[in-house]
Each structure stands twice: as C-alpha cells, then as structure tokens.
C-alpha cells in the first residue's frame, strides 16, 4: 500500500477523490475542516485505509503536523491532490479585505503549504505525483469570481513553477482545470444565482449552467477525481506542468 494525500477530501470533488484512491487500493490521508463528513467518509470501508486528520490548510504548521502524522502511519507518500478551496461571490465593486483574505489564505497558501509538507518526503524518494486543483477560470473569467479567479490562475501558475523546480527530482506536478461540478460548494453558489436571476428557481439556474458547457451538462465530481487519478499515475508519466481542463467544452467555445 502507498499513501495518497487529499487536502479538502470531506466532500465533493475531493472526497471522490477520497473514494476513488482508496478503492484502487491507495491509503489516503485526508485534511480537511469539515469534521462531521470527514468523519463520516472515513467510516467507510474500502480496499485501501482512510485516515481523517482535522486541518485547517491555511495554517503552514497544521499542515505539516497533519501530513507528518499520515507519514508516521503509512510512509512517505506518493502522491497530494492539493484540493481543498473556497469560493463566495465578489466584485471590484464591492471588495472587502476579508473576501480577498477568506480566498488567498485557502485556495493560494493552502495550496502552497500542502505542497511544502509533501515536498521533503518526495525530493528525498526522487519520485512523486502532485495535482493541484485550479478551474476553467485560469482560462476565462467569470461574473462575480474575480477573487476567486484570481487564486485559481495563481495556481494555474504555480504548477508551472512547481514543475520545474521539482523536474530533477522525478516529481510531476499537473492541475486539472475544472468546469461546473454539482458539489456542496456550487449548490450554495447556484442558490445564490438562482436567488438573484432565476426568481429562487434554482432549477432553472442549473439548466442554464448546463447550458453554457457545450457538452449540455455539468459534471460530476467522480468524472474529476478519474483525471487526477491518472495524472497520479505512471500512465502519465510524461505529463508535468501541465494545465488538464475537465470542462465539457467550456473553454473551447
Ligand atoms: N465545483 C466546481 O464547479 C469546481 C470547479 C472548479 C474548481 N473547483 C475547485 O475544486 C475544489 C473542491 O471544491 P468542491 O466543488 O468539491 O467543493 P466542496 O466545498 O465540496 O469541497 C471543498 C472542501 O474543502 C474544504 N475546505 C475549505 N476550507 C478549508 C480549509 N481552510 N482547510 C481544509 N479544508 C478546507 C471544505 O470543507 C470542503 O470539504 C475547490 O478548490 C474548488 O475551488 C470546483
């Protein structure tokens, strides 16, 4: 068994990603705030183990405790999906320090402080697998996401750096690039949008999503977790810096 690491695993993208690694017969340590569904993921029993550590990933040093106590356990680990993120409306507008705080602190330092406490142990193995998790929105812009789009074209740009910082060493380091998935966080961003446009028809609102992918539809989160699964893996093994989007057509309009 090898140990995969999975920040953001408790729901939504990250715990099909949870569900998919463990079921391939990976250990995965997930790091995630949400303490009830993490809990509840990890009661479930799958071909690999699952270890819940409770972490705030935008506290470097809770990072490095939570990802030092996966190692204790099972050994230096193979591969991070640096996945954990936030996303609330905002505008230029309307622009508060906390919205742009709420935002950098998860989706930029978190992912930076995810990668740092894997980075040692996979220097030192000369081998590695890192996905970070960006959005169609290192590509195009989006109504009401500007900090948030913001964070997700840092990270778009730190898979480059971190691709070639880590290339002599034998680490590959890929994003994936999604569009809309039906997650916990977009139902609250769709109830909002349905609240706004679609007088409270949140139906309404997601058809209209669908809609806007060429393929007619939004994802599901286990049509993400396969793409990082494979970028994970030796059947990718020429892939590094690389900007994957799992976007039904989104970004090729
Ligand atoms: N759903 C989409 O349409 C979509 C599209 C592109 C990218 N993404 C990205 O995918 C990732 C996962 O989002 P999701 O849609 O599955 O939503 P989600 O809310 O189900 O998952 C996000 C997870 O991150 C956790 N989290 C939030 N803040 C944290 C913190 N400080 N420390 C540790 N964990 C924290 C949450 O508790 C949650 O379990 C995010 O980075 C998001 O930006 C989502």
Redesign the pocket.
Same mark, same amino acid.
């Given at each position: 068994m090898a140990l995969v690491i999975v920040?953001?695993?408790?729901?939504?993208?990250?715990?099909a990603t949870v569900r998919k690694f463990a079921a391939e017969g990976f250990d995965v340590a997930f790091?995630?705030? $949400?303490v009830r569904?993490?809990k509840t993921l990890a009661s479930e029993s799958h071909w690999g183990s699952l270890l819940f550590l409770e972490?705030?990933? *935008?506290s470097k040093s809770a990072v490095e405790k939570a990802v030092n106590a996966a190692v204790e356990k099972f050994g230096p680990p193979v591969a991070l999906f640096a $996945?954990?993120?936030?996303?609330r409306p905002t505008s230029i507008f309307e622009l508060s320090e906390e919205d742009v705080n709420f935002h950098i602190?998860?989706?930029l330092k978190?992912v930076l402080y995810s990668v740092a406490a894997v980075a040692g142990f996979m220097r030192e193995a000369k081998s590695g697998s890192i996905v970070l998790? *960006? *959005?169609?929105?290192a590509f195009v812009g989006k109504p009401g996401c500007l900090v948030?789009g913001a964070t997700?074209g840092a990270v778009a740009q730190m898979t480059k750096g971190l691709s070639v910082e880590f290339s002599p060493y034998g680490v590959r380091v890929n994003a994936v690039?999604?569009?809309?998935?039906?997650?916990?966080?977009?139902e609250r961003v769709f109830q909002q949008v349905a609240e706004a446009d679609f007088d409270g028809d949140l139906d309404a609102a997601w058809a209209a999503e669908a809609k806007a992918h060429p393929i007619g539809r939004?994802?599901e989160?286990s049509e993400?977790a396969e793409v990082v699964f494979f970028l994970s893996q030796n059947s990718s093994a020429f892939m590094t810096g690389a900007l994957v989007p799992v976007d039904g057509g989104l970004t090729a309009q």
């Open positions: 920040t953001g695993g408790s729901t939504g993208i990250g715990a790091l995630d705030t $949400n569904d993490g972490t705030d990933v *935008s $996945n954990a993120g936030v996303h602190d998860v989706n978190g998790m *960006s *959005s169609d929105q948030y997700k690039c999604p569009a809309t998935v039906r997650t916990p966080l977009t939004v994802a989160p993400i």
